[in-house]
């Protein structure tokens, strides 16, 4: 480094100058080469469904997916002035708010739902709770038949002023020997109408305990006892009065004669006796009767995703009794693991209400069992046709009873009705369905 002489005092430094770097040599023209066409499927876009909303099923009809709802809602409670009319637009709409206390699933469409229809019940009823409680439900000449889970009674209703009311209620003790008298539950399970007469049957289920107490020790007692009610291992049929329909002194399936002491040796369901009927044990819920056979459908087991229900044929032992007639038979229906929560003749078929097996909240569907194709024992899921889905809820609004009204149209009852369905005339509110 190069000093200067010290000019006044001081010395000056003298950097050379820095040398940029040489520019880079220009690079030669690229070859644009095309990309070959991508291989990959297109991605399918997936439809947007509100925050918080699960995939749920929906209409078979337009595929709209059923939501979910939570908070507080403005229901639309249709009452139809007559009951010729059908569509909601030709009704008198009335909007209530209520307190949503559980989770629903609701359609958005209005395919296949025509109306809902109110059952009216008395005091007495509404005090024993059988309008929440409903679990069969038949079609008579007047109006319609129906029983409740909690009680040993039956009651009809009469179509008036709009709504199904006019009620009487009959004691089962009246009519047939009840093993356990008339004071303890019959748990009816399933109704049905043919020749003259009315059919009932219990559920023939053991019953577990429920938890109730908040001391562990307790809670853990309570759900380890399994208690067996004599009045639930019932099957009886009640003649009607052709003239009002009144029920007579009829004869019962009980005791020693019961269904499950003719199933002691059965090698598929024999083992299913002791279990209690929400844990997958042997429980009935549903009835049909189609000229001489009794089908019996059970909503559990299930075997391997396979419902089971039975045909019996039954002749009169006299002294108010009923006999069963050997063999019975067996059919297995592969309902894609549901089983069946009751029956309805259709003429050479029966529908088929099929839900959980278990204490679950999961899909309902209303199938079609065509009997003049059954197989001897297995009816494969071909010859079953899904003739709708049903709206249920969460912790609520369990489809439990069936009927076929006269016009064609489908009419479901619910055990343990949302908030929405409760009248403030003290009715509940069932579904009507086109098929």
């Not at 770097?21 to 095309?34: H, L, S």
């Not at 038949?138 to 009620?167: I, M, Y």
């Not at 003259?196 to 006892?225: F, M, N, Q, Y």
């Not at 009997?371 to 010859?383: S, T």
Request: aromatic share 6%; charged share 30%; glycine share 10%.
């Amino acid at each position: 480094m190069k000093k200067w002489p010290r000019v006044r005092g001081r010395t000056r430094t003298v950097r050379p100058a820095a040398r940029l770097p040489a520019p880079p040599p220009p690079r030669p023209a690229r070859t644009e080469v095309p990309r070959p066409a991508s291989r990959r499927r297109p991605r399918r876009r997936r439809p947007r469904r509100a925050p918080g909303t699960p995939p749920a099923s929906g209409c078979l009809r337009c595929g709209s997916v059923w939501g979910e709802e939570r908070g507080f809602r403005t229901w639309a409670r249709f009452s139809l002035r007559n009951p010729g009319s059908l569509l909601p637009h030709r009704a008198r709409r009335e909007r209530t708010t209520y307190p949503a206390i559980a989770l629903l699933k609701r359609q958005k469409c209005n395919h296949g739902v025509v109306e809902q229809v109110e059952l009216r019940f008395d005091h007495a009823s509404q005090a024993s709770e059988t309008h929440t409680n409903l679990s069969a439900i038949r079609q008579s000449a007047t109006g319609l038949w129906v029983a409740g889970d909690e009680t040993a009674t039956f009651e009809h209703l009469t179509w008036t002023d709009g709504h199904f009311g006019a009620q009487r209620t009959f004691r089962l003790a009246d009519h047939v020997d009840l093993p356990a008298g008339p004071r303890d539950e019959a748990d009816i399970e399933g109704l049905a109408r043919a020749d003259g007469h009315l059919w009932l049957i219990g559920s023939h289920s053991l019953k577990r305990k429920r938890v109730k107490s908040k001391d562990p020790e307790k809670a853990a007692d309570r759900l380890a006892t399994v208690v067996r009610e004599e009045n639930r291992f019932i099957l009886a049929r009640v003649p009607l009065d052709p003239a009002n329909g009144t029920p007579a002194a009829g004869a019962v399936l009980a005791g020693g004669q019961s269904l499950t002491e003719h199933l002691r040796e059965d090698r598929h369901l024999a083992p299913f006796l002791a279990l209690p009927g929400k844990d997958n044990g042997f429980d009935v819920e549903g009835i049909a009767v189609v000229s001489e056979h009794v089908y019996v459908g059970l909503r559990g087991p299930v075997l391997r995703g396979w419902a089971v229900v039975l045909e019996l044929r039954l002749d009169e032992a006299g002294k108010g009794r009923l006999r069963l007639r050997e063999p019975y038979r067996k059919h297995f229906l592969d309902l894609d693991g549901l089983g069946v929560r009751d029956l309805c003749p259709d003429g050479d078929s029966l529908l088929l209400l099929t839900g959980p097996t278990m204490d679950l909240d999961g899909p309902v569907r209303v199938v079609r069992w065509r009997l003049g194709q059954k197989r001897r024992g297995i009816v494969p899921a071909d010859e079953l046709e899904t003739v709708m889905e049903l709206p249920y809820g969460v912790g609520c609004d369990h489809p439990e009873g069936l009927t076929l009204l006269r016009d064609g149209r489908l009419m479901v009852v619910y055990d343990s009705p949302s908030p929405a369905r409760i009248t403030p005339a003290g009715g509940v509110l069932a579904d009507v369905f086109t098929l």
